[in-house]
């Protein structure tokens, strides 16, 4: 069934001339930035069952097993250099955009501060990562691909847990 959802979630995207992997990386953005899900299915201007269909997309990202996720997620990526730039995206949530838009890294580093240090690694590791991809061979690529998808999940849930104390 899981399946079913990521195929009409890959068509709800494509007719937006987006992928699945961006959905699912403005979905795990909003949970950084603590947005209302409800605005970005308005921002995709979406009809009443493909929003049904997102949210039980959303629902299988929170409660299904990370590696299940990554493994329905990996069967519509085939461009690893294009999946690095989108999933670069999920992690500027974790930064101011005066920051950002600096591009110093060490002011990237200290922003990151507020964080606890387990989740400052994991952000500044996958960024090293990502920025490796076009260097990289295909298989490395993938692998690269997968492990930044599964910090990215195992990323929100733990910020899940963190709004919830």
Known sequence: MNK???????????KREL???????YYCSYIVSKENIDNLLKNLN???KEKEALNSFFKI????????????LMEFVDDYDKASETLSIFFTSFIPKDILFSKDADKIKDSL???PKEIQ???IKSLEM???????????KKEIIK???????????IIKVMDET
């Open 113 to 115: 501060k507020v964080y």
């Open 121 to 123: 690694e994991a952000i």
């Open 46 to 48: 979406l009809e009443s």
């Open 147 to 157: 492990e930044v998808i599964r910090t990215i999940l195992i990323l929100i849930k």
């Open 19 to 25: 992928t699945i992997l961006d959905i699912f990386v």
């Open 130 to 140: 990502l920025s490796a991809v076009k260097l990289l061979n295909k298989n490395d």
């Open 4 to 14: 079913l959802f990521f195929k009409i979630v890959d068509k709800i995207a494509k």
């Open 61 to 72: 990202i929170d409660e299904e097993d990370v590696e299940v996720i990554i493994n329905n």
